[in-house]
């Protein structure tokens, strides 16, 4: 996906993962103190929207750079739960000859919305 083929606003489309427990519990064998008993935890946040996007927009350019991330937690997911992130395009601009993208992962589970998320990333071409 090339710089030009992003529009602001536009959905770019969606993933489904479910929380499953034994890649909580890999997790947690590395990080022991991340343990919420049936919750997923905080850590996995990022794990689960960067897969979204690998999926969603699977073919990148070589060169991009990862510039920016944030999250806003509205809810943990619970073990088990299947979880849907959507992933948008919010806006795109040229600073100093560079291209800057920036999208949006909203994921919600069953109950819900989960959590949110903002990545800036500098498209290589």
């Known amino acids: 996906m090339l710089y030009d083929d992003f529009v602001p606003g536009q959905s770019l489309g969606s993933a489904t993962c479910a929380v499953d427990a034994e890649a909580v519990a890999q997790w947690c064998r590395l990080f022991p103190d991340d343990d919420l008993s049936d919750l997923m935890p905080h850590g996995m946040i990022a794990v689960v929207s960067m897969r979204a996007y690998g999926e969603v927009i699977p ?4 060169g991009n750079i990862h510039a920016a991330q944030h999250f806003d937690l509205l809810r943990l ?3 088990g739960e299947k979880l849907v ?4 395009c919010v806006s795109k601009e040229i600073r100093r ?6 999208l949006a ?3 919600r589970g069953s109950t819900g919305p989960a959590f949110q998320g903002r990545m800036t990333v500098l ?3």
Not at 59 to 62: D, I, L, Q, S
Not at 85 to 88: F, I, K, L, Q, R
Not at 97 to 102: E, F, Q, S
């Open 123 to 125: 498209w290589a071409a």
């Open 97 to 102: 000859d560079r291209r800057r993208v920036t």
């Open 77 to 79: 997911p619970r073990i």
């Open 105 to 107: 992962t909203e994921t």
């Open 59 to 62: 073919r990148r350019p070589p």
């Open 85 to 88: 992130t959507t992933v948008s």
